[in-house]
C-alpha cells in the first residue's frame, strides 16, 4: 500500500477487496454510543422486570443487616463474618445483572460492525507508538468528529439530567417523609423514568453516530491510484507471469497439435500463410475433422512435419483460407465444405492406392469449387445484403 506520506493523494473509493481485507485485520465502524444504548436499555429492561422483587429483597437485606444484639456487639470481631454472609447474597445478585448487561454490550458492538476475531490489532507496531503517528491520529478528522460528538453527548446528557432533576427536585425531597418501603419503590421509579429518558437521548446519538463511523471507516480505506494498481497486481498477478503462462499454455497446445498431424489424412496449404490438416475416420464415419492449423511460421512447420510423415501436401489457397477460417481444431468441417473437401480427399486416396500399386500419380491434383462466400478474401465473403 502507499506510504503514510501520500495520504492526500488517497481519494479514490475502497474496493470490496480493500474493505474485506481491513475486516479481517479488525478495522470495521464501530459505534460506542450503541453500546452504551445497549447497556442502557438492558438495564432499564431489568429493573421494569425484577425491580420490585429487587426492592423487596433489597428490604429484606437492609433489615437483615440492621438486626443486631448484645452479643454481636460485645463481639466486633464477628462484623466480618456478618459482612461475608451479607455480601453473598449481594453478589449472587448482581452477578447475573453484570452478565446480562455485558452480554448487551457484546451484542452491540457485533450489531455495529459484525462478528470479528482477529490477533491483528494486538500486533506491536511502530505506528502505534511512534509520537508523529499518535499526534497525527490525535489531529485528525476522525479524531475530531469523535471527540466533538462526545463533548456533545456529554453536554446533551448533562443537560437532560439537570432538567429532569430539577423538574422532579420536590419528589425526590419528599422520598425524605415517606417510610422506606415506599421511599425505595418511588425511587425505583423516578430512576427508571429518567433513565427511560436518557436512553432516548443515546437512541438518537446512536441513529447518528453508527453511520458517521461508517463513513469515517471507508474515509480511512480510501485508496490512491497507486494502491488501485498494486491491488490489481495482487489480484490479476504480474503481467509478464502472467504472458509467459499464456505462452507456455499455447506451446504446450501447439506441440499436442502437432503431434496429430502425422495422423492427417492431408495438409491443405495457402501456400505458406495458412495450412489446415484433415484427417476421415472411415471407422466412426461422419465428415472430415481437422487435427492441425497453423498461420505462417507455424502453418511451415505443420508442413514440414507432413512431408515428414509422408503425408499429401495440397496447395489449394481457397479451400485452405476457408477451412482456417470456419473451422476449430478437433472439429469437423462446414457441411458447405464437405464437397469441396471431398474432391481433395478422393485425389489423395488413388494417389494412395497408386502408389501402393506401383502405379503413376493420377494426375494434377483437383481445384476444389469452394464456396465464394466461405473464402474470407473473396469479395462476396463480406458483402452485405441491402437492408428492405
Same mark, same amino acid.
Given at each position: 500500500?502507499?506510504?503514510?506520506?501520500?495520504?492526500?493523494?488517497?481519494?479514490?473509493?475502497?474496493?470490496?477487496?480493500?474493505?474485506?481485507?481491513?475486516?479481517?485485520?479488525?478495522?470495521?465502524?464501530?459505534?460506542?454510543?450503541?453500546?452504551?444504548?445497549?447497556?442502557?436499555?438492558?438495564?432499564?429492561? *431489568? %429493573? =421494569?422486570?425484577?425491580? /420490585?422483587?429487587?426492592?423487596?429483597?433489597?428490604?429484606? &437485606? $437492609?433489615?437483615? #443487616? @440492621?438486626?443486631?444484639?448484645?452479643?454481636?456487639?460485645?463481639?466486633?470481631?464477628?462484623?466480618?463474618?456478618?459482612?461475608?454472609?451479607?455480601?453473598?447474597?449481594?453478589?449472587?445478585?448482581?452477578?447475573?445483572?453484570?452478565?446480562?448487561?455485558?452480554?448487551?454490550?457484546?451484542?452491540?458492538?457485533?450489531?455495529?460492525?459484525?462478528?470479528?476475531?482477529?490477533?491483528?490489532?494486538?500486533?506491536?507496531?511502530?505506528?502505534?507508538?511512534?509520537?508523529?503517528?499518535?499526534?497525527?491520529?490525535?489531529?485528525?478528522?476522525?479524531?475530531?468528529?469523535?471527540?466533538?460528538?462526545?463533548?456533545?453527548?456529554?453536554?446533551?446528557?448533562?443537560?437532560?439530567?439537570?432538567?429532569?432533576?430539577?423538574?422532579?427536585?420536590?419528589?425526590?425531597?419528599? *422520598? %425524605? =417523609?415517606?417510610?422506606? /418501603?415506599?421511599?425505595?419503590?418511588?425511587?425505583?421509579? &423516578? $430512576?427508571?423514568? #429518567? @433513565?427511560?429518558?436518557?436512553?432516548?437521548?443515546?437512541?438518537?446519538?446512536?441513529?447518528?453516530?453508527?453511520?458517521?463511523?461508517?463513513?469515517?471507516?471507508?474515509?480511512?480505506?480510501?485508496?490512491?491510484?497507486?494502491?488501485?494498481?498494486?491491488?490489481?497486481?495482487?489480484?490479476?498477478?504480474?503481467?509478464?507471469?502472467?504472458?509467459?503462462?499464456?505462452?507456455?499454455?499455447?506451446?504446450?497446445?501447439?506441440?499436442?497439435?502437432?503431434?496429430?498431424?502425422?495422423?492427417?489424412?492431408?495438409?491443405?496449404?495457402?501456400?505458406?500463410?495458412?495450412?489446415?490438416?484433415?484427417?476421415?475416420?472411415?471407422?466412426?464415419?461422419?465428415?472430415?475433422?481437422?487435427?492441425?492449423?497453423?498461420?505462417?511460421?507455424?502453418?511451415?512447420?505443420?508442413?514440414? %512435419? =507432413?512431408?515428414?510423415?509422408?503425408?499429401?501436401?495440397?496447395?489449394?489457397?481457397? &479451400?485452405?483460407?476457408?477451412?482456417?477460417?470456419?473451422?476449430?481444431?478437433?472439429?469437423?468441417?462446414?457441411?458447405?465444405?464437405?464437397?469441396?473437401?471431398?474432391?481433395?480427399?478422393?485425389?489423395?486416396?488413388?494417389?494412395?492406392?497408386?502408389?501402393?500399386?506401383?502405379?503413376?500419380?493420377?494426375?494434377?491434383?483437383?481445384?476444389?469449387?469452394?464456396?465464394?462466400?466461405?473464402?474470407?478474401?473473396?469479395?462476396?465473403?463480406?458483402?452485405?445484403?441491402?437492408?428492405?
Amino acid at each position: 500500500m502507499a506510504s503514510p506520506d501520500s495520504a492526500q493523494d488517497r481519494n479514490l473509493p475502497a474496493t470490496p477487496r480493500r474493505i474485506e481485507k481491513a475486516r479481517e485485520e479488525g478495522q470495521v465502524a464501530r459505534s460506542r454510543d450503541l453500546g452504551h444504548l445497549a447497556v442502557l436499555a438492558t438495564g432499564i429492561g *431489568l %429493573l =421494569a422486570a425484577f425491580g /420490585p422483587r429487587i426492592t423487596g429483597w433489597l428490604q429484606e &437485606l $437492609l433489615a437483615h #443487616g @440492621l438486626r443486631f444484639d448484645a452479643a454481636t456487639v460485645a463481639a466486633p470481631a464477628s462484623m466480618g463474618d456478618r459482612l461475608e454472609a451479607l455480601a453473598t447474597p449481594m453478589f449472587m445478585v448482581l452477578l447475573p445483572i453484570g452478565v446480562v448487561t455485558g452480554l448487551a454490550a457484546l451484542a452491540g458492538t457485533v450489531l455495529s460492525g459484525g462478528w470479528i476475531f482477529s490477533w491483528k490489532p494486538l500486533e506491536p507496531t511502530f505506528e502505534k507508538i511512534s509520537p508523529l503517528a499518535g499526534i497525527k491520529r490525535l489531529f485528525s478528522l476522525e479524531q475530531l468528529s469523535n471527540t466533538l460528538k462526545a463533548c456533545l453527548l456529554a453536554l446533551v446528557l448533562g443537560a437532560v439530567g439537570g432538567g429532569l432533576l430539577w423538574l422532579q427536585w420536590a419528589q425526590h425531597a419528599q *422520598l %425524605l =417523609a415517606l417510610p422506606l /418501603p415506599e421511599a425505595l419503590a418511588t425511587s425505583g421509579t &423516578l $430512576l427508571r423514568n #429518567g @433513565l427511560l429518558l436518557l436512553c432516548g437521548v443515546l437512541a438518537l446519538f446512536a441513529l447518528v453516530d453508527v453511520p458517521l463511523q461508517r463513513q469515517l471507516l471507508l474515509r480511512r480505506l480510501r485508496m490512491s491510484v497507486q494502491d488501485m494498481k498494486q491491488e490489481f497486481k495482487e489480484v490479476e498477478g504480474n503481467a509478464e507471469i502472467k504472458q509467459r503462462r499464456r505462452s507456455l499454455m499455447r506451446e504446450a497446445a501447439n506441440r499436442r497439435m502437432l503431434g496429430k498431424v502425422a495422423t492427417a489424412d492431408l495438409v491443405v496449404m495457402n501456400p505458406t500463410h495458412y495450412a489446415v490438416a484433415l484427417k476421415y475416420d472411415e471407422v466412426r464415419g461422419g465428415a472430415p475433422r481437422v487435427v492441425a492449423k497453423g498461420a505462417d511460421l507455424l502453418a511451415l512447420r505443420i508442413r514440414d %512435419l =507432413a512431408r515428414d510423415a509422408r503425408v499429401p501436401v495440397l496447395q489449394a489457397p481457397p &479451400l485452405a483460407r476457408a477451412l482456417y477460417a470456419h473451422c476449430e481444431l478437433d472439429q469437423e468441417i462446414p457441411a458447405r465444405l464437405f464437397a469441396a473437401v471431398a474432391q481433395v480427399l478422393a485425389w489423395v486416396y488413388q494417389l494412395r492406392d497408386a502408389v501402393a500399386a506401383g502405379r503413376a500419380a493420377p494426375g494434377e491434383p483437383p481445384v476444389p469449387d469452394v464456396p465464394p462466400d466461405m473464402d474470407p478474401l473473396n469479395p462476396a465473403a463480406t458483402r452485405q445484403e441491402p437492408e428492405l
